[in-house]
């Protein structure tokens, strides 16, 4: 994401650019994306994080004409991914269930895999509403924003999916 004023003015200048036909400017700002995108989509689709991430930004880029204010497009760029990485997420699930094999052995030397295997565990929306609130530090309007779904329910998603990750974490790492 841009950390300076100048950037997003830049990447906003890409967005108006790439809205009005620029092949270069839409090259550019979807180069700008990608480890944005890849960064969501990471933690919520696992395994298929990869086929999430390009299925979100071929989605921005049909989409980016509808965009009204680009300096919106983080925003709107990370309603997106969740959506998407949700979408694949769910449909890996669905086509290739969890194997008991496949959950990690308990003491695992590397703390990183142990949270990977823990998440693996998950629901894609337990994924998705960790990432927003813990890792992107979304607010609870704004995640359920992202989501689509009321405040009160990313509440309460929210409690199951730190109960079930403590559980997971207990259990398996």
């Known amino acids: 994401m841009s950390d300076t004023p100048g950037d997003q003015d830049e990447v906003a ?16 700002l979807l180069d700008r994306l990608a480890p944005y ?24 880029f049909q989409g980016l004409k509808t965009l009204r204010e680009p300096s919106a497009i983080y925003g709107w760029v990370r309603r997106i991914a969740v959506r998407e990485a949700v979408r694949v997420a769910q449909r890996s699930a669905k086509v290739r269930p969890a194997q008991a094999a496949e ?9 990183a895999a142990d949270i990977r295997d823990v998440l693996d565990r998950l629901s894609p929306e337990h994924r998705a509403i960790l990432v927003l609130r813990e890792v992107e530090g979304l607010d609870e309007r704004d995640t359920a924003r992202v989501l689509g779904i009321s405040p009160g329910t990313a509440k309460s998603r929210l409690s199951r999916a730190k109960s079930n990750f403590r559980k997971a974490w207990g259990s398996g790492s």
């Open 13 to 28: 200048h890409l967005v108006r650019s790439a809205q009005r036909g620029d092949a270069l400017a839409m090259g550019a």
């Open 37 to 60: 995108v890849g960064r969501l989509c990471g933690p919520i689709a696992l395994q298929d994080s990869a086929d999430a991430a390009q299925e979100a930004l071929i989605a921005v």
């Open 103 to 111: 959950l990690p052995a308990p003491g695992s030397a590397e703390l």
